[in-house]
Protein backbone atom coordinates (compact mmCIF):
# COMPACT_ATOMS: atom_id res chain seq x y z
CA UNK A 1 0.00 0.00 0.00
CA UNK A 2 1.40 3.48 -1.11
CA UNK A 3 2.36 5.52 1.58
CA UNK A 4 2.25 3.31 4.52
CA UNK A 5 3.57 4.36 7.27
CA UNK A 6 4.60 3.08 11.14
CA UNK A 7 4.72 -0.75 12.46
CA UNK A 8 1.73 -2.87 12.23
CA UNK A 9 1.87 -6.53 13.62
CA UNK A 10 0.15 -8.72 11.52
CA UNK A 11 -2.06 -11.53 12.60
CA UNK A 12 -3.44 -12.08 15.75
CA UNK A 13 -2.01 -11.51 19.49
CA UNK A 14 -3.63 -10.97 22.81
CA UNK A 15 -4.87 -7.53 24.37
CA UNK A 16 -5.67 -6.23 27.50
CA UNK A 17 -9.49 -5.05 28.03
CA UNK A 18 -9.38 -1.54 29.87
CA UNK A 19 -12.98 -0.82 29.51
CA UNK A 20 -14.68 -0.75 32.94
CA UNK A 21 -17.11 -4.26 34.05
CA UNK A 22 -20.39 -1.91 33.96
CA UNK A 23 -19.70 -1.65 30.35
CA UNK A 24 -18.82 -4.79 28.66
CA UNK A 25 -22.43 -5.33 27.97
CA UNK A 26 -21.47 -2.80 25.11
CA UNK A 27 -20.87 -4.15 21.50
CA UNK A 28 -17.44 -3.05 21.54
CA UNK A 29 -14.50 -3.02 24.06
CA UNK A 30 -11.91 -0.86 25.05
CA UNK A 31 -8.33 -2.87 24.60
CA UNK A 32 -4.73 -2.08 24.32
CA UNK A 33 -2.74 -4.63 21.95
CA UNK A 34 0.37 -6.35 23.66
CA UNK A 35 3.67 -7.36 22.26
CA UNK A 36 6.46 -9.28 23.37
CA UNK A 37 9.11 -7.30 20.81
CA UNK A 38 8.09 -3.43 21.68
CA UNK A 39 10.53 -1.62 22.83
CA UNK A 40 10.51 -1.20 26.80
CA UNK A 41 9.16 1.74 27.93
CA UNK A 42 7.11 3.49 30.61
CA UNK A 43 3.87 3.32 28.86
CA UNK A 44 4.38 -0.31 28.65
CA UNK A 45 4.55 -2.30 31.45
CA UNK A 46 4.89 -6.09 31.19
CA UNK A 47 2.42 -8.66 32.37
CA UNK A 48 1.85 -12.56 31.88
CA UNK A 49 -0.23 -13.80 29.38
CA UNK A 50 -0.75 -17.36 28.54
CA UNK A 51 2.41 -17.93 30.54
CA UNK A 52 4.69 -15.39 28.52
CA UNK A 53 5.88 -11.81 29.13
CA UNK A 54 4.87 -9.54 27.32
CA UNK A 55 4.20 -5.74 27.02
CA UNK A 56 0.92 -3.80 26.93
CA UNK A 57 0.91 -1.12 24.58
CA UNK A 58 -0.89 1.38 26.39
CA UNK A 59 -0.37 4.11 23.68
CA UNK A 60 -2.16 2.24 21.16
CA UNK A 61 -5.65 2.09 23.03
CA UNK A 62 -8.22 0.83 20.58
CA UNK A 63 -12.50 0.25 20.48
CA UNK A 64 -12.97 -3.13 18.47
CA UNK A 65 -15.95 -5.59 18.10
CA UNK A 66 -16.52 -7.89 20.40
CA UNK A 67 -16.66 -10.54 17.71
CA UNK A 68 -12.91 -9.61 16.75
CA UNK A 69 -12.38 -10.94 20.26
CA UNK A 70 -11.20 -14.56 20.84
CA UNK A 71 -11.72 -16.81 24.16
CA UNK A 72 -10.29 -15.24 26.97
CA UNK A 73 -7.17 -16.72 28.72
CA UNK A 74 -6.81 -15.15 32.03
CA UNK A 75 -6.69 -11.92 34.05
CA UNK A 76 -4.22 -9.65 35.45
CA UNK A 77 -2.59 -9.66 38.79
CA UNK A 78 -3.09 -6.93 40.82
CA UNK A 79 0.47 -5.42 40.51
CA UNK A 80 -0.11 -5.78 37.20
CA UNK A 81 -3.26 -4.14 36.58
CA UNK A 82 -2.30 -1.18 38.58
CA UNK A 83 0.78 -0.80 36.45
CA UNK A 84 -1.12 -0.57 33.39
CA UNK A 85 -3.19 1.87 34.82
CA UNK A 86 -0.67 3.79 35.59
CA UNK A 87 0.73 3.60 32.08
CA UNK A 88 -3.01 4.11 31.06
CA UNK A 89 -2.56 7.50 33.60
CA UNK A 90 0.46 8.41 31.31
CA UNK A 91 -0.85 8.30 28.31
CA UNK A 92 -4.32 9.96 28.54
CA UNK A 93 -2.50 12.90 30.64
CA UNK A 94 -5.44 12.02 33.29
CA UNK A 95 -5.21 12.89 36.82
Do not use: N, W, Y
Request: charged share 25%; proline share 4%; glycine share 6%.
Amino acid sequence: MPGKRGHVQEGRRFAVIVQADDLLALSTVVICPTSRSAFTASFHPEVIVADQATQVLCEMVAAVDTRALGERVGHLARDELRSVEDALLLVLDLP
